[in-house]
T-cell receptor, first 116, second 112 residues
Framework: DSGVTQTPKHLITATGQRVTLRCSPR?????VYWYQQSLDQGLQFLIH???????AKGNILERFSAQQFPDLHSELNLSSLELGDSALYFC???????????????FGEGSWLTVV | DAKTTQPNSMESNEEEPVHLPCNHS???????IHWYRQLPSQGPEYVIH???SNVNNRMASLAIAEDRKSSTLILHRATLRDAAVYYC?????????????FGKGTKLSVIP
């Protein structure tokens, strides 16, 4: 158990809908990262928040957005869903904003999204 | 960004040592080498990381070439639970944010 909690674990929704994925980082961790894993694309970095502020964006679509709240939990909002958005979405956390001195990040077990 | 190259797949017999290679010829002097693994239906799991010297922990050993252009993750005795995809990663990013960029990794199969 990494200490990173993600909900829901599984979600099935229809095209065009909107969903919210939630992540609670490890206790004390200030950074939250979101990754998407699909069969054909592998693990893709989406976005990084540190203590409520967006720090970096990766391959995140405009239909997707995220935020980190004062209690440090984070939500990933996916809207106007398409079939191709079906994937496993991982949240990860770390104590720092950057990989200082080789600091590691810890992943949750993921939220499996199926768009039908 | 510095990239890594790993074999797509490898096989090992149970209880034998496994050497998982990784090439990173464009690594910069300050890049740490990270290894993560992903078991089926689970999130990636930290294995080990290092900068220049060889590193050991309870899970594995990391041997880093003197020129740092390659490294090898060593599992001393493979178990069935070690069957996973192993990712060799260099951190990428700028000031204030470093991310781990995952490649395809090496799928390790362990034969009983």
């Amino acid at each position: 158990d990494s200490g990173v909690t993600q909900t829901p674990k599984h979600l099935i929704t229809a095209t065009g809908q909107r969903v919210t994925l939630r992540c609670s980082p490890r206790s004390g961790d200030l950074s939250v990262y979101w990754y998407q894993q699909s069969l054909d694309q592998g693990l893709q970095f989406l976005i990084h928040y540190y203590n409520g502020e967006e720090r970096a964006k990766g391959n995140i679509l405009e239909r997707f957005s995220a935020q980190q709240f004062p209690d440090l939990h984070s939500e990933l909002n996916l809207s106007s869903l398409e079939l191709g958005d079906s994937a496993l979405y991982f949240c990860a956390s770390s104590p720092w904003g950057a990989l200082i001195a080789g600091n590691t990040i810890y992943f949750g077990e993921g939220s499996w999204l199926t768009v039908v | 960004d510095a990239k890594t190259t790993q074999p797509n797949s490898m096989e090992s017999n149970e209880e034998e040592p496994v050497h998982l290679p990784c090439n990173h010829s464009t690594i910069s002097g300050t890049d740490y080498i990270h290894w993560y693994r992903q078991l089926p239906s689970q999130g990636p799991e930290y294995v080990i990381h290092g900068l220049t010297s060889n590193v050991n922990n309870r899970m594995a050993s990391l041997a880093i070439a003197e020129d740092r252009k390659s490294s090898t993750l060593i599992l001393h005795r493979a178990t069935l639970r070690d069957a996973a995809v192993y990712y060799c990663i260099l951190r990428v990013g700028g000031a204030g944010s470093y991310q781990l960029t995952f490649g395809k990794g090496t799928k390790l199969s362990v034969i009983p």
